[in-house]
């Protein structure tokens, strides 16, 4: 059995490959990402999810835009494999047993599992059988279960499985009913009766902590009543009630900052932003980053393997794309964009130009991310469409089913579609997922980003984007902080500091965007070409080499896991 000190790393989502529908956004993407990034890096690591049998979900969106929900149906035999360990976990009081799927992640240097915890099977009742279909599913009360199985039985299911876990890796605060488990464990071992301080002190050295959102939606908060029961009166919780009860809500974010030894902000700026929240705290900052090789185009992969060979387990070489000609970047960058527009002419029958710019914006429709604002003024965009350049548009991203503010970002979306009709090519994309991902973030010429300060912690998909010479243009928020040289590795909408939430600031937001796709972005990529194509190889040469989750995983090394 696998001896080894291993970092256990817990997520409710996990990106693993497109035909695997395990994940909702970004987070999921950094959790797979990660694993990923450790398995190039010979790291010992087992990761740790639910199965999530029906999914999240599949899109369906009706002409006017209408989203709604399908269960997905994926072949679960084909991708995974079910493991002869099972635990038990209480929930009111019922025993429920627990079975694994292990999915191998192989790198460059080693294989990591992952293990997708399972409900599904008898003698388990019919409502506990559910408990693993639906990623984000279902009420608070069907989420705090899934949460049990998650970290108590991720735990107990670590080590049945014989794995030595020595870090406990949180990826946001689904899974921190796991400090339960551990410091009940560790109080058992120490033979004594109730949890002593050391006995806590031990666990917290243990854990690590990851928050990603300072959106109130993405923090679990529950009636304590309803927490006891789901889990009963746990030995743990009510000494320490006080202490992590708050108006009579148990906030699980607060059991994961109050239990682990390092916690992390996904940014410099998020840093700042989450101990304003979190004042008790002390937050590092390590930024997020994405996994290269497995969001660079085909057709840039080639160009980096003749260039810079080596640069896949060496990410930061990839400054040497400097000395790239920019004439190569050009044509890797136009083939990876001929796949785009031939994909989109495809499914959507778009009906898009292989020459015309294309600005790409995609992501979980959701308010704050403020999809519409590219369209505040709808009149001023197709001016400057036909007075400097042809732009085309390419949009997509899931709402929430529960998130109806996102549900109608996505029709008002389908309404400037249709206004626009004859105008700009827009195409909203039904279904977007990791494949078109990839497709969104390598094959467009300009990556669009608009989220309301501070909402956007990190944000990754720009750093594909940069990873495919494609330059950013971005609200200045979130990782685009760090990112941004103006001019050299993108573009800024917006100066650094407003954070006022008021409609004026959207309105000043839409100005600055107008303003600079005219004047400096469009000139540039329709009259000085090469000086486009320069500032895309600046976005490779200096933001791929360092937004990456190789440089994240060994700041996560030396500063969390082996310390
Ligand atoms: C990378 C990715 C995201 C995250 O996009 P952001 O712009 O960083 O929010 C969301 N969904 C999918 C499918 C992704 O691949």
Redesign the pocket.
């Known amino acids: 059995m696998n001896q080894i000190p291993v970092v256990a790393y817990f997520s409710m989502e996990i990106?693993l490959e497109p035909g695997i529908p395990t994940?909702?956004?970004?987070?999921?993407?950094?959790a797979g990402d990660t694993i990923r990034a450790a398995a190039d890096k010979d790291l010992p690591m087992v990761a740790i999810s639910l199965l999530h049998r029906r999914g999240y979900f599949r899109q369906r969106l009706n002409d006017l835009g209408w989203q709604t929900e399908e269960p997905v149906d994926w072949p679960i035999e084909d991708y995974l494999e079910l493991m002869p360990e099972t635990v038990t976990v209480t929930i009111e009081s019922r025993p429920v047993i627990v079975h694994a799927w292990r999915y191998q992640v192989q790198g460059l240097a080693r294989r990591i599992p992952v293990y997708l915890l399972d409900t599904d099977f008898a003698p388990n009742s019919a409502y506990d059988r559910t408990l693993t279909h639906y990623l984000y599913g279902g009420d608070s009360h069907y989420r705090l279960c899934q949460e049990v199985i998650l970290g108590i039985g991720g735990a107990r299911m670590l080590r049945k499985l014989g794995v030595a876990a020595f870090r406990f890796h949180m990826n946001e605060g689904h899974a921190s009913l796991l400090v339960l488990e551990l410091i009940t464990r560790t109080a058992e071992e120490n033979q004594h009766e109730s949890p002593s301080v050391d006995d806590i002190e031990s666990v917290r050295q243990s854990c690590v902590f990851t928050t990603h959102t300072p959106v109130a939606a993405g923090h679990d908060r529950f009636p304590i009543n309803l927490v006891y029961q789901v889990i009963g009166t746990d030995r743990v919780l009510c000494d320490r009630e006080k202490e992590l009860c708050f108006s009579g809500e148990f906030n699980l974010t607060y059991l994961a900052l109050d239990n682990s030894h390092y916690i992390n902000g996904v940014a410099k700026k998020h840093k700042q932003t989450a101990e304003h929240l979190y004042a008790r705290y002390r937050i590092d900052s390590i930024t997020n980053g994405?996994h290269l090789g497995t969001?660079t185009s085909p057709h840039l992969q080639k160009l980096f393997d003749k260039t810079i060979p080596g640069w896949r387990s060496d990410n930061s070489s990839l400054r040497a794309a400097l000395a790239i000609s920019l004439p190569d970047i050009w044509q890797a960058h136009l083939a990876a964009k001929r796949d785009l527009i031939e994909y989109v002419n495809r499914v959507a029958n778009a009906g898009m130009h292989f020459d015309h710019f294309t600005i790409g914006f995609?992501?979980?429709a959701t308010l704050y991310?403020r999809p519409a604002l590219l369209f505040t003024d709808a009149q001023r965009l197709i001016d400057i469409g036909e007075r400097v350049g042809k732009i085309q548009i390419v949009l997509g991203?899931?709402a929430h089913p529960h998130d109806m503010q996102g549900k109608e970002l996505i029709q008002q979306l389908f309404q400037i579609k249709k206004n626009l009709r004859d105008k700009i090519k827009i195409v909203y994309l039904e279904e977007?997922?990791?494949a078109?991902?990839?497709l969104l973030?390598s094959g467009s010429d300009l990556w669009l980003?608009t989220?309301q300060p501070p909402l956007?912690a990190?944000?990754?998909?720009?750093?594909?984007a940069a990873v495919n010479g494609v330059p950013s243009f971005s609200v200045l928020d979130?990782w685009w902080i760090e990112g941004c040289i103006e001019g050299v590795t993108g573009w800024a909408i917006g100066g650094k500091t407003h954070e006022d939430t008021s409609p004026v600031i959207g309105q000043n937001d839409a100005e600055f965007l107008y303003q600079k796709l005219e004047t400096t972005i469009l000139p540039l990529y329709y009259q000085q070409n090469e000086r486009y194509v320069d500032v895309m190889r600046h976005a490779i040469a200096l933001n791929a080499s360092y937004f990456n989750t190789e440089r994240m995983l060994e700041q996560y090394v030396t500063r969390a896991y082996y310390k």
């Open positions: 990106g994940y909702s956004g970004g987070l999921g993407m950094l994405v969001w995609a992501r979980r991310k991203g899931k977007y997922d990791m078109q991902a990839k973030t980003n989220p956007e990190s944000g990754t998909s720009g750093m594909k979130g």
